[in-house]
């Protein structure tokens, strides 16, 4: 079950970065900073997550779909590393509730998850954008968690 988990996040993650590579959009549009977590039904996790992501908006599949890549300190004290794909469900001016999927790297740390090829974990899950404030709903994880909620603030580039 973990292979055919991870082979079908890392099969995700490969087809949305050549999309994003012919893209005419280059830059990226927008930009997140994670602020926290809250781990839902477990304690002992850090849960000041700073970190900064930029988005490319309409930046995969034909437009269907925004990519994401950044860096944020994990619950485990820890530099990590992503790349997600979020499939808009509803996106209206200043509100969207997207599905997505991530790759994650977590430096000696995979092995706390159920699902994990070394150190890469796959993520999936749900997030919602109210204004310049998101929150993203990962259900279970790491071992012991039943779910885990970052949130933080995002903003249009404006070019």
């Given amino acids: 079950m ?3 988990m991870t082979a079908a996040a890392l099969a995700f993650a490969a087809l949305a970065l050549p999309p994003l590579a012919l893209s005419a959009q280059t830059r990226p549009d927008r930009i997140s900073f994670l602020l926290g977590s809250e781990h839902i039904g477990a304690s002992g996790y850090e849960e ?3 970190g900064v992501f930029a988005t490319w908006t309409n930046g995969a599949f034909q437009g ?3 990519v994401s890549v950044g860096g944020f300190r994990n619950s485990y004290g820890d530099g990590s590393l992503a790349v997600s794909l979020a499939l808009p469900l509803i996106r209206r001016e200043t509100w969207g509730i997207d599905a997505f999927s991530a790759l994650a790297w977590y430096p000696g740390n995979g092995d706390r998850f159920k699902y994990h090829a070394g150190d890469i974990v796959p993520l999936i899950g749900l997030q919602t954008r109210i204004g310049p404030t998101f929150i993203q709903y990962v259900p279970g994880g790491d071992r012991g968690v039943d ?3 970052g949130f933080g603030l995002t903003f249009p580039l404006g070019y």
Avoid: E
């Fill in 147 to 149: 779910a885990t909620l």
């Fill in 48 to 50: 000041f997550n700073p």
């Fill in 64 to 66: 269907r779909a925004d």
């Fill in 2 to 4: 973990t292979i055919r």
